[in-house]
């Protein structure tokens, strides 16, 4: 028979139900964590649902034993050191250190439920890895209200404490980074047919708001709105599929907006709107990406790189032989709409007027030739 898992400070924060020991035919309780508060970092755990409540002392835990955990223990090897990172700047440092322990842990476990099993491991060691420097640097620091003022050394203090906010800053950006990486390489990974169906949901998702607002317009249940605002909203998203030549995804949009006319006494987008002509739009975006699909990629040089028409992937790349300053990345990102690709190493987007024109703007003074 397997020994019960008891209740402890370390392990409280996790916990879901509990009972208590030497009864294992009762019903489990519910766990609150910290569910009584008595005064500033003071509190008690409590069993139970709302005034139903039953509180339970610190020296009471071995009298319960858990049933239920919310999640597993990912960080709980650095219970000692986490209180240890507060000790010289704290009078609490073993709540703060719970605390952090807490949050940390339950940002851990949400990350991974949304991640696929295979990327789980390396994702873990790397944030279990990031987080121990946070700690580690957190420990060097110091504060006169708990350490005294006499003989306190400022200035190694304040390199302590630019090290501790540099982890945190690591941490952030890798964080970032990480979950960025695996969402692109999930959606990679998807079949193009689940691709479309969702990016189609997503649409139909935000046409049917935008066409509510106007319905709201329409009879006069909304006056704080402009109609001519939400219909160019709806006819800008779908024109942007339009141009990429996703005609299956245009015709759905049209067809949802005419489903939305037929119940309306007033329509949403009337049929005489250039929103109702993106259907022979997608056709002749699609007929152009056939006719360049069979077409040899074209280079043409700058200063400092080159600039790929790839039409095998439909894409406009550009090249550089180094990494661009930032000013030029912001310029790429935020001004001409282009998106960082790492596996084939270039700034890129898709091939159409407007992207040869971004393309020539972003390299203005580059020597550009050619494009």
Not at 20 to 37: D, I, K
Request: overall charge positive; hydrophobic content about 35%.
């Amino acid at each position: 028979m397997d020994q019960p898992i008891l209740l402890t400070a370390q392990n409280a924060h996790r916990v879901k139900t509990a009972r208590p020991v030497g009864n294992p035919q009762s019903e489990p309780f519910q766990f609150n964590y910290r569910g009584q508060r008595l005064g500033f970092r003071h509190y008690l755990h409590t069993v139970g649902e709302s005034n139903a409540a039953a509180s339970i002392a610190k020296n009471d835990y071995p009298q319960w034993e858990v049933v239920e955990f919310l999640h597993p223990d990912y960080l709980g090897c650095y219970w000692q050191l986490a209180q240890d990172a507060y000790r010289n700047t704290s009078q609490d440092p073993d709540i703060l250190g719970e605390d952090s322990i807490a949050s940390y842990e339950k940002q851990l476990h949400d990350d991974l439920m949304n991640m696929p099993e295979a990327e789980q491991e390396q994702y873990m060691q790397n944030f279990k890895s990031y987080y121990s420097n946070m700690l580690s640097a957190s420990s060097r620091c110091a504060s006169t209200f708990v350490t005294g003022a006499a003989n306190f050394n400022h200035r190694k203090n304040e390199k302590a404490n630019a090290s501790y906010q540099k982890r945190i800053n690591d941490f952030t950006e890798w964080r970032e980074r990480a979950l960025k990486a695996i969402a692109k390489r999930v959606e990679d990974q998807k079949p193009e047919e689940q691709k479309r169906e969702e990016e189609w949901k997503k649409l139909r998702n935000d046409i049917g708001s935008s066409a509510s607002v106007i319905h709201a317009i329409n009879t006069k249940a909304s006056r704080c709105y402009s109609k001519a605002l939400f219909v160019s909203s709806i006819y800008n998203k779908v024109s942007t599929f339009a141009s990429h030549g996703e005609v299956e995804i245009v015709d759905k949009a049209l067809a949802y907006i005419r489903e939305w006319n037929v119940r309306e006494k007033k329509p949403i987008i009337t049929e005489r709107h250039k929103f109702f002509q993106l259907s022979e739009v997608a056709h002749k975006a699609r007929a152009q990406q056939e006719k360049l699909a069979g077409t040899e990629n074209k280079e043409y040089s700058f200063n400092g790189g080159k600039v790929v028409l790839n039409y095998k992937k439909n894409r406009i790349q550009i090249f550089f032989d180094e990494k661009p300053d930032r000013a030029m990345i912001n310029r790429l990102h935020y001004d001409c709409s282009f998106n960082w690709a790492p596996t084939c190493g270039a700034w890129q987007r898709i091939i159409t007027y407007n992207a040869v024109d971004a393309t020539k703007r972003a390299l203005e003074g580059l020597n550009l030739k050619g494009i």
